[in-house]
């Protein structure tokens, strides 16, 4: 059995998604956050978002990775940034943490406009 964590927006269609990334998973638990219940899915906030994001950034300038500025989400330069991140990577969490970092970069960026557009997400997960 493996841990799926989706993020939904208000129409319960999922932004995004993955199975077995655990590490990301405890950053954003270890966030503030409100519980939807009966469930233990959490709501996903702009200063949420902003906090994870943070700290990937901040690991990978401590790791000495590039932190180049990145495009618009609705740009095609975005689309094609997006496009590099390797389909197998959403089913389990790299063994080398900091070769995630720049994926989750990306996505973040775009789980954050997501965010912005919805007023906040929900965070669905199972163990």
């Known amino acids: 059995m493996g ?3 989706g ?9 995004l998604g993955f199975r077995n990334h655990g590490d990301l998973f405890d950053i954003f638990i270890a ?23 943070e700290e990937i950034e901040d690991e990978m300038a401590a790791g000495g990775l590039p932190l180049p500025p990145l495009p618009d989400r609705d740009t095609l330069a975005f ?9 197998d990577f959403f089913w389990g969490e790299p063994d080398d ?10 996505l ?4 954050l406009d997501d965010v912005r557009r ?5 965070c669905g997960w199972s163990a």
């Open 97 to 106: 943490w900091m070769t995630a970092l720049p994926f989750y970069r990306v």
């Open 79 to 87: 689309a094609v940034l997006r496009s590099t991140i390797p389909h």
């Open 31 to 53: 966030q503030p956050h409100v519980r939807v219940e009966p469930h233990d899915d959490f709501y996903v906030t702009r200063p949420m978002v902003m906090s994870v994001l």
């Open 118 to 122: 919805d007023g906040c997400l929900i």
């Open 3 to 5: 841990l799926d964590i």
């Open 7 to 15: 993020f939904y927006r208000q129409d319960e269609t999922e932004a």
């Open 108 to 111: 973040l960026t775009e789980l």
